[in-house]
């Protein structure tokens, strides 16, 4: 099957700053990734939708000026969480699909902590 | 609204013991159903799809449009399959846009 990575698997960082998240393709290309995030014991919430080469589309209630979605090549999206807070600590995950196919593929995920 | 709705947080059977988790939808038009299971540490995967009609470790699932269920079956589980499983949903053609349930967390006890 179709491999999706995210890197870094999982992160800390000061409140305030910022962190990035990337999500690769490895073996096929993606017109198209999205972004979840999960909370513990919850399940996943679409975030938005990464577009290459276009803009990103957010789900209601999702900031985009907080997080931040570029996709500038056909195998990595990158979800940038700008002026972390501790309510950011959570769980984002990427997934993307090869094209002609609607099976999802995920990455591992990444656990973010803001302290 | 699209939705999918998994009334069980959490399942727990005996090894042996029949399996059902219960999935059903709302979608205005005809969605794909799928089910992706989450083992312990690792990432979600797809376990099965309506669209295939198959049989994926011993489980099934059938597409019921007058209930608007996707129920997933095992007669006979087995510890191994002691997993996170979600039903979710994504529009005919969409690639990859998935609605989740929330996901039923499945315990087989020895």
């Known amino acids: 099957g179709a491999v999706v990575s995210q890197h870094p698997s999982r992160v800390i960082c000061k409140s305030g700053t910022s962190v990035k998240i990337e999500c690769r393709s490895l073996?096929?290309?993606?017109?198209?990734m999205f972004w979840y995030r999960q909370f513990p014991k919850q399940s996943l919430m679409l975030m938005a939708t990464s577009n290459e080469g276009s803009k990103a589309t957010y789900e209601q209630g999702v900031e985009k000026d907080k997080f931040l979605i570029n996709h500038a090549s056909l195998t990595l999206s990158t979800l940038t969480v700008t002026s972390a807070h501790p309510e950011d600590s959570s769980f984002y995950i990427c997934?993307?699909?090869?094209?002609?196919?609607?099976?999802?593929?995920f990455g591992q995920g990444t656990r973010l902590t803001v302290v | 609204a699209q939705r999918v709705t998994q009334p069980e947080k959490l399942l727990s059977v005996f090894k042996g013991a029949p399996v059902e988790l219960k999935c059903n939808y709302s979608?205005?038009?005809?969605?794909?159903l799928f089910w992706y299971v989450q083992y312990s540490r690792q990432r979600l995967q797809l376990l099965l799809r309506?669209?295939s009609r198959e049989s994926i470790k011993g489980f099934t699932a059938d597409l019921n449009k007058g209930e608007t269920s996707f129920h997933l079956k095992k007669p006979f589980a087995q510890e191994e399959d002691s997993a996170m499983y979600y039903c979710?949903?994504?529009?005919?053609?969409?690639?990859?846009?998935?609605?989740f349930g929330k996901g039923t967390k499945l315990s087989v006890k020895p």
């Open positions: 073996d096929f290309q993606a017109t198209t």
């Open positions: 979608y205005s038009g005809s969605p794909e």
């Open positions: 309506h669209i």
């Open positions: 997934s993307a699909s090869p094209q002609k196919l609607t099976e999802a593929f």
């Open positions: 979710a949903l994504s529009g005919r053609g969409s690639q990859g846009n998935l609605i």
